[in-house]
């Protein structure tokens, strides 16, 4: 199989769909991999790393597309790249289409195979694709946070971990998942005062276990929700529903009663945001203020550390694209129900029940559109 990347045209996007040692291991397998001229050039890997692993390197994003079975991306195609699809050819990358008509309208026209990292399950319901970008989101999400809450920023001037004498920040969590997770124990590292909020007393349970006192458990009612963002700081939106919008868990409301100076960072934005006041925005131009609070609302976060994150993902992402390559995508699809969970537009069909409810297609089961 012939496998292209393409280079990144997202704002302010370093990573890679394929870093040099991932390609070495697919042309190990047989394979041929053609790579965008710098397409890892803003994370350190030069043309000469891509050709010294075996990677034939081509100067401009057509030829990529043209001449590929399968492409391998980061983030979801732009309307561009939408066009230079064909039918047949397997797109393998993060889409979150339920909060993005347009896209899902460019892979349906392009007919293509469209297999979106973040539905791809595991035996233990987990989304093992989407993980690494969610360790890194959740922690980062404090960070940048904390950042939002200095005062050249416009936020109160803050500091997340207090001092001897004056209490620290409160920090407060909505989704107790890996963003969640990885979220507060970043705050709790920093020393802030930490709350986070789910619905599955199992998971609040489970958390209790492994943070004891340290962390603040509470279970998600909308009563709850409205006290703790009042009483908040930083208030970081770690929800998920795989493959569909995210719920507005915070309404406008809730907000204007936050201190002025506090601080909103919506990691579900990617799926639309879980903050009624959320809008999309970019590492060029991160943050806004609506009713006094800051927001910081970037759709892909994880690329600020682009080369962390792009090592993180190929660690995960790697053994599906061997798959794909090495049986094709027809017999991969059939014989990985968890890979099959990842299909999400079939040749001008849309696969995933999410997506299709959200956006309003009928829906196409993907069993039987592979079989």
Do not use: W
Not at 102 to 111: M, R, Y
Not at 122 to 144: C, F, I, K, N, W
Request: net charge negative.
């Amino acid at each position: 199989m012939i496998i292209g990347v393409p280079k990144e045209i997202k704002a302010h996007e370093y990573r890679v769909g394929l870093v040099p040692g991932s390609v070495k291991e697919i042309i190990r397998n047989g394979h041929s991999v053609l790579v965008e001229t710098n397409a890892g050039i803003g994370i350190g890997f030069s043309d000469d790393h891509y050709k010294e692993a075996g990677a034939t390197v081509l100067p401009t994003a057509k030829e990529i597309f043209e001449g590929s079975d399968m492409i391998v991306k980061v983030k979801e195609p732009q309307s561009t790249e939408c066009q230079m699809l064909h039918e047949g050819q397997i797109l393998f990358t993060y889409l979150h289409l339920a909060a993005d008509k347009a896209q899902t309208e460019g892979l349906i026209k392009s007919k293509s195979v469209a297999i979106a990292y973040e539905t791809v399950t595991d035996d233990y319901g987990r989304l093992p694709l989407l993980t690494p970008m969610s360790e890194v989101a959740g922690r980062m999400s404090v960070q940048v946070g904390a950042t939002c809450l200095e005062k050249y920023a416009g936020g109160a001037g803050v500091l997340l971990g207090g001092v001897p004498g004056v209490e620290p920040g409160h920090v407060v969590v909505i989704g107790g998942g890996v963003v969640g997770t990885a979220a507060a124990r970043m705050a709790m590292g920093l020393e802030a005062k930490v709350t986070i909020i789910d619905r599955s007393n199992q998971r609040l349970h489970e958390l209790d276990c492994l943070y004891g006192s340290r962390l603040n458990k509470i279970y998600s009612t909308y009563d709850n929700i409205e006290q703790y963002v009042a009483d908040a700081d930083l208030v970081i939106g770690a929800v998920l529903v795989p493959g569909a919008a995210a719920p507005k868990l915070v309404n406008r409301s809730m907000i204007q009663n936050m201190r002025p100076g506090s601080a909103l960072v919506d990691v579900a934005i990617d799926q639309g945001g879980c903050f009624e006041t959320s809008k999309p925005t970019s590492h060029a131009n991160p943050t806004y203020e609506v009713d006094g609070i800051i927001h910081y609302c970037v759709t892909n976060m994880p690329g600020a550390v682009a080369k962390t994150s792009a090592v993180a993902l190929n660690n995960a992402t790697l053994p599906y694209v061997l798959d794909l390559a090495n049986k094709g995508y027809q017999k991969a699809l059939k014989e990985d129900k968890h890979l099959l969970n990842g299909l999400n537009v079939y040749r001008g069909s849309v696969t995933y029940q999410a997506v299709a409810n959200d956006l309003g297609y009928d829906f196409v089961d993907p069993a039987q559109a592979v079989s």
